[in-house]
């Protein structure tokens, strides 16, 4: 789970949007801005709201590009009093600052699964240099003496106090890292740009020389240390903002323990309750229920360098979450009655272990208020379980909210006390058959689908299933649902049993129905007023500027599936997207799927000539050296968006362009090994395999251009590339081969061998290679499963079914039955919107309709295989029904596509 997409969750029910903009109250009045933050800025200043932040800025003193900055932190009960006398300081000596501008925001930058980088960063100063920055932070120190906030594990602490200091860009310029991600840049001492380094760790750039009056505070630093610990840390197991939690050994006894650490003011959950606060909770939690099989033991309670830190009995065994890989069938493509039978007793019994150990809680008067499937250890003979992580725990007479939760098993707000471990019970009984109960965060009446999802794959008795819905869709007040058990009757209303078919719309698969409701949900979402996205999608939207235009999460993506699936066109979009595009926000990628590139094509594809040609020669003015070689933001998707574009216009610039895009993703393939290099590295290369990070992506440019040009050469260089990829997979599970990530294996579409899969299709028309054929054979297999955790076109089932309706490749898996059993595991994921069929995004807490990761994938996968007459297609890989055919010269040395 990512846990970054949570903060995306507030702002609206149904999808992701950015923290800023959710409702400035509640009916609490949480939420409210901060009266500085209400202020109109003086004459002479300017006053500029940019997501989370709001800054203030003297026009008459032009911010330096760099240097050291000085960050203060707040809690929550004495950050308006800090921000008022910092703005009372900064505006009479014309000192340029930032803030966060509410209680909401601040809380979300300091909660427990918030960016351990940014947290604590509640106000930004930037002096106009190093002279004025050391007496600025003195003089701030000094004002805000006593006052307490998080520390700022990116930046220097300055003293005890609040402030802390960092060097890093002032202004807005970017560069590619190592991994060809763009990132905020900062210059070096030969003028190139390099990344602004932002971790948990504060740094120092290696050209930087740290001025004389930090120099105190950097002993300080230095002079701090665990020896006061009488443990060893041996490993860490967990990194959250609130601290992080490790594996030690005491030095005098040898006993193993886990030891829990909470930064003080840092990690908040929902309550405001800091980490140390929570630290407490638990450690009250546990001594309560000390003698208990199901629960670790306390061992020790200590304080060190200003962080609690809770020493726990270590508990030997493996999380529940970890059995899916290995012990559930669905990962498999066709189990049998024996292994679904199988794995239904194994699933029923850890169930019957778990609901005995939270009986056992509950007898002692506590409420766990965080069970889910990380935060149950199995023993290793699998015969008894131990919960794990009471820092939400409660005592039942007070009857509060949950306030720390996981996505897939968050209980209702009207929940309190023993109810919030009922709900998440109830969402457990169908995790462990079909883990998507996140969606019930977007609509509970998704659980009855799953009920009968679930009942038509194993053999579970109903009864089971139908406790588990009523459970989930009680309704306030109502009596909780009584625990059934395996072949006890029924405890479910029969209005609540679910009845096949009743959830969605329509089906996925039932075409055309399927399309148009699809087609209809995506056209409800509309925003036309707003400036940072017309169609709701992925957090990547707010991650770059013109994030909501791009083709992968944006406006342009989702036009091209509508017209390339349906042949629907929206005005009022294109119009919208066109506006944005005549002046491009600075630092807009140039790629294919995050930038320019993606939007000039597709406006291109829907008739917009001359903008496109337009955005094009925005991109030939840019420099592409630091580029990254791949499709999705680099090298690759540029040059084959240029070739496309030529190919129409004759532009002999841009052909010529899309030649050297092709140089350049050559040379850094060439000068990197299999797993080392990329732009910043010495030797180049990509660090990432598969079709959209890794060079199977650079592939596609070099096999398109081959047929453009007949230049042999380009096939050989992109063999070369297809086997780098290839070097990174390993066969798993029935002979699958998948992208080994090193502590997983990926099947997927973007960032798996099903994409490196669909390039070798297209090489394969080409030139034979046994070693080829061999390999796509094993990637069918990867994309057999009968379950894959996510819809998504790139990184879900939707990417199955586009990639085995497309494929070449003959042998089992490749038939109408294989396409149309992914699309029928397809409706497992699929909700309704509006009336309508509907797709979640990443992580599957909100909606998404965006290409990448929501509807508009789903629904180009699903034209893909439902109608092969349109040629429905992924950009630059088109249907393969019938092999290419090589370019053929014209007798006046130019060449013809085929």
Known sequence: MNKGYAVFCDADRHFYDAPHRRASTDATGHGALYEAAERPAPAGWQRHRAGDWLAWRPLDRPLPAQGWKIHVSARLDNAESVLARVMEYCVPRRVAFKFVPSRYL?????????????????????????????????????????????????????????????????????????????????????????????????????????????????????????????????????????????????????????????????????????????????????????????????????????????VLEFIEGKPLNSFFARRHPLIEAAPDAERLAEYTAWALRIHRLVEEAVAAVHERGVVFNDLHLFNIMVSEDESSVVLLDFEAAARVEDNGRQTVANPGFVAPPDRRGFDVDRYALACLRLALFIPLTSLFAIDRGKAAHLADVVARQFPVERAFLDAAVAEILREPGAAAAAPARRGSGSAADERLRPRPGGYLPVAPGDWPRGRDSLVKAILSTATPDREDRFFPGDIAQFATPSGGLSFGYGAAGVLYALDASAGVHSAQAEEWLLLRTKEPASGTPLGFYDGLAGVAWSLHRLGHRQSALHMAELMLSQSWREMPPDLHSGCAGLGLALDALAADSGETALRDASLRCAELAAAALAGGGERSGGPGRPGGGLPRAGLLHGASGVALLFVRLYERTGDGALL??????????????????????????????MPYLGAGSVGIGMVLDDYLAHRADDAFERARGEIVRAAQATFYAQPGLFRGAAGMVLYLSRTTATGPGTGPADVRRQIDALSWHAMTYQGQLAFPGEQMMRLSMDLSTGTAGALLALAAASSPERRVCLPFLPPLRRAHEPARTTSRGSTTSP
Not at 727 to 740: E, I, P, S, Y
């Open 716 to 745: 050989d260089l992109a063999a070369d590339a297809l086997r780098r990829d290839l070097a990174r997979c390993k066969q798993g599970a029935g002979g699958a081969l998948q992208v080994d990530e090193g502590w997983r294996t």
């Open 106 to 310: 601040l809380h979300n930058r300091n909660a427990k699964y918030a960016d351990r980088a940014a947290s604590g960063k509640f106000i930004t100063v930037y002096p106009a240099d190093d002279a004025r920055c050391g007496v600025t932070a003195a003089e701030l120190d000094a004002l805000l003496a006593g006052e307490d906030g998080p520390y700022i594990l990116s930046d220097l602490r300055w003293g005890a106090g609040p402030v802390h200091l960092r060097y890093g860009s002032f202004t807005e310029r970017n560069c590619y890292d190592a991994d060809g991600v763009l990132r905020p840049a900062v210059e070096n001492t030969e003028g190139g740009l390099v990344p602004d380094l932002r971790g948990p760790v504060f740094r120092i750039p290696e050209w930087v020389t740290p001025p004389a009056f930090l120099r105190p505070h950097l002993a300080a630093r230095d002079a701090m240390s665990v020896a006061g610990l009488p443990y060893r840390v041996e490993r860490a197991l967990h990194f959250s903002n609130g601290g992080g939690v490790y594996v030690g050994r005491h030095l005098e006894t040898g006993e193993q323990v886990v030891l829990k650490e909470a930064r003080p003011h840092a990690g908040l959950a929902a309550d405001g309750a800091d980490a140390v606060t929570r630290l407490g909770r638990e450690q009250a939690a546990l001594e309560r229920l000390s003698g208990l099989k199901c629960t670790p033991e306390v061992r020790d309670s200590l304080e060190v360098g200003g962080h609690r830190f809770l």
